[in-house]
């Protein structure tokens, strides 16, 4: 099969799988095992030293897995893809990767809660800081760089303030300082906008999101496009030589030969086979939610009883030329907020919804509505939550598949 593919899907569809399957079948079963007999110790021995393909371990490689990794990364034309267990996971071990004591990571305030916790709390009680800069502002996040600083680390859409990062400036300014960029691009999904394109050297996903589609399992991703000259890392210089790799694969040999493999959170076969569905109806779902959310936007703005509206394919949104430039005429995303009265009427708002359900996560094919400030980021101080810029007057709405004339009548009731 030619890799000269015209699109996304056409990409996803026709990956063929690493080995044949005896059967014929058309999608990759599901390996749900843990081990692989091997017929002889030699080839037990280059299987465990990665000196083959073969699989060992199903905590390090399984045939499912791969497959789902492998139909990414042809459709990226990334160097590799590493598939983990849940979002967090993803960025967690990206940033064990990288990372190490005495070294700082530049990132927004404006992270999801576990992100922020995870750089503050966990990874900052092994000796990695983190310095906070506005990455809307390609000039502060210079001016936080240092010797010490290890990567640039932002959402391209933060949630749920819904601020969009200049990546083409930022990737500038970090390639004239010679530090990686990592986005998690969560919000806009890989099949309407490539982030490797922008100069994104190391991209997050969780793919519970819109690649799972009916919130069938917990996934994420690492995305490695070989871009970043990892010689100048202290940490990843060493892992080159000690691997015997080219610079720019010191990256995936650390995390695929070491990390990932000593914190033991790969993805599962059964959902890599589910997601792996769901990829292949991903540009055909991304496509309504965005048109959806757009028009509910545009319709919120009208709307008595809510305050204002935010949404970055709005022309209200200071973020509206940015997201036109960089993300293209697909509106950017299928998550908007807006704000209420007050926290008591945010409250009864949602418990008035009839159709769309109140839960967290996104991008599920159901609307789903939450209040932020008490649920995801309840547990936070109010004055870091005040830093943060969040709101205890704010909805988060994921639109799903319904129609935007469902959601406006059901919200539309729902504000009383």
């Not at 965005?290 to 709005?314: C, D, F, H, K």
Request: glycine content about 6%; aromatic content about 8%; some cysteine.
């Amino acid at each position: 099969m030619s890799d000269d593919l015209s699109g996304f899907t056409a990409r996803i569809l026709q990956t063929p799988a690493a080995r044949r399957d005896p059967h014929g079948a058309l999608s990759t079963p599901v390996y749900q095992n843990a081990a692989y007999e091997f017929a002889t110790a030699d080839a037990m021995e280059l299987a465990f030293t990665g000196r083959t393909s073969d699989h060992a371990y199903s905590r390090i490689t399984n045939p499912t897995v791969e497959h789902f990794e492998q139909r990414i990364r042809r459709a990226l034309g990334a160097h590799s893809v590493t598939a983990l267990n849940s979002g967090m996971a993803a960025i967690s071990n990206l940033l064990m990767t990288v990372g190490r004591a005495g070294a700082n990571v530049i990132a927004s305030p404006h992270l999801f809660g576990n992100t922020y916790s995870l750089l503050v709390s966990t990874l900052g009680d092994f000796g990695l800081s983190v310095r906070w800069a506005d990455t809307a502002d390609p000039a502060a996040v210079e001016a936080a760089i240092d010797a010490d600083t290890c990567l640039v680390f932002l959402e391209i859409v933060t949630n749920p303030q819904l601020e969009v990062a200049d990546l083409s400036a930022l990737s500038a300014v970090c390639r004239a300082n010679h530090v990686p960029l990592a986005a998690d691009t969560t919000v806009i999904p890989f099949s309407a906008f490539r982030a490797g394109d922008f100069g994104v050297d190391l991209e997050v996903v969780s793919s519970t999101k819109y690649i799972s589609g009916g919130a069938t399992g917990l996934g994420g991703l690492i995305i490695d496009y070989g871009t970043f000259d990892w010689s100048r890392s202290p940490k990843l210089g060493r892992a080159a030589s000690a691997y015997g790799v080219a610079p720019t694969e010191a990256f995936t040999a650390k995390l695929r030969r070491e990390i990932h493999r000593n914190l033991g959170a790969y993805m599962t076969p059964q959902v890599a086979y589910q997601q792996s569905l769901g990829l292949e109806t991903l540009e055909v779902r991304y496509a309504r939610m965005a048109q959806t959310t757009l028009e509910l936007a545009r319709a919120l703005e009208t709307t008595p009883g809510i305050e204002s509206v935010n949404y970055p394919g709005l022309p209200s949104s200071r973020f509206h030329a940015l997201c036109c430039r960089q993300f293209g005429p697909t509106p950017p995303g299928a998550m908007l907020t807006f704000d209420l009265a007050s926290r008591r009427a945010c409250y009864a708002f949602l418990d008035r919804l009839k159709l769309i359900r109140r839960a967290t996560n996104l991008f599920d094919n159901k609307s789903l509505a939450i209040h932020p400030w008490s649920t995801i980021f309840g547990t936070f101080p109010e004055e870091v939550r005040r830093r943060m810029d969040l709101s205890p007057c704010t909805i988060r709405l994921s639109v799903g598949l319904e129609s935007a004339a469902e959601l406006l009548a059901d919200i539309r009731q729902a504000l009383g």
